[in-house]
């Protein structure tokens, strides 16, 4: 069974920084492209970022370029996602997602990261 | 960046009637290696998305042969043809052609 488990949310004060982790398992991790999209409370879905199999191209919604950093561990089959300077517009559930036929065809439970003083 | 446009917002339909969902993007979607990498996803209160659709008209695995899609370049339509109490919620078109990756902003389906 294709499972991608997300953790490391939490509350974190605006310029902090927080590290989000994404475990996958039931399939080959190394053969799929990797996505963090993310929903503010009572809002729609947001792409963030990508990843693809070796880690060497990553994109950015523009709204995180340069604050944020995709990377995957295939030796671990875990996707992370680092997110420094963090601003209170970044409050949501954070979801890791599987890709193939370009789209996300797997979705974590997701996690909710708050930033609040 | 592609901007994805869903009408309508909010869609009442009644138990076994059909529904319609339009996505509308800013660019085309065709991607230079032929393929349209635009996917329609549903997400019920308090649950992940779960993908419906990819590349515009292929049912992913275990979705019913009730919903259905279609569309080219930049119009793009999910259709249901009977709605179902199970499939309430919010619907969602994703484009992945072009970088960054945008979604639509949602058409919730609720029954009358």
């Known amino acids: 069974e294709v499972q991608v488990v997300d953790s490391g949310g939490g509350l974190v004060r605006p310029g902090g920084s927080l590290r989000l982790s994404c475990a996958a398992s039931?399939?080959?991790?190394?053969?799929?492209?990797m996505h963090w999209v993310r929903q503010s409370p009572g809002k729609g879905l947001v792409w963030v970022s990508r990843?693809?199999?070796?880690?060497?191209?990553?994109n950015y919604a523009d709204s995180v370029k340069g604050r944020f950093t995709i990377s995957r561990d295939n030796a671990k089959n875990t996707l992370y996602l680092q997110m420094n300077n963090l601003r209170a517009e970044d409050t949501a559930v954070y979801y890791c997602?599987?890709?193939?036929?370009?789209?996300?065809?797997?979705w974590g439970q997701g996690t909710l990261v708050t930033v609040s003083s | 960046e592609i901007v994805l446009t869903q009408t309508p917002i909010s869609s009442p339909v009644t138990l076994g009637q059909p529904a319609s969902i339009s996505c509308r993007s800013t660019?085309?979607?065709?991607?230079?290696?032929?393929?349209?990498?635009l996917s329609w996803l549903h997400q019920r209160p308090g649950q992940p998305p779960r993908l419906l659709i990819y590349?515009?008209?292929n049912r992913f695995s275990g979705v019913p042969d009730r919903f259905s899609a279609s569309g080219a370049g930049t119009d793009f339509t999910l259709k249901i043809s009977r709605v179902e109490a199970e499939d309430v919620g919010v619907y969602y078109c994703m484009q992945a052609t072009q970088s960054p990756c945008s979604f639509g902003q949602g058409t919730k389906l609720e029954i009358k």
């Open positions: 660019q085309s979607l065709l991607h230079s290696d032929g393929n349209t990498y």
């Open positions: 997602g599987k890709g193939g036929y370009g789209a996300v065809t797997a």
């Open positions: 039931g399939f080959t991790f190394t053969s799929f492209w």
């Open positions: 590349e515009i008209s």
């Open positions: 990843i693809n199999i070796d880690g060497s191209v990553t």
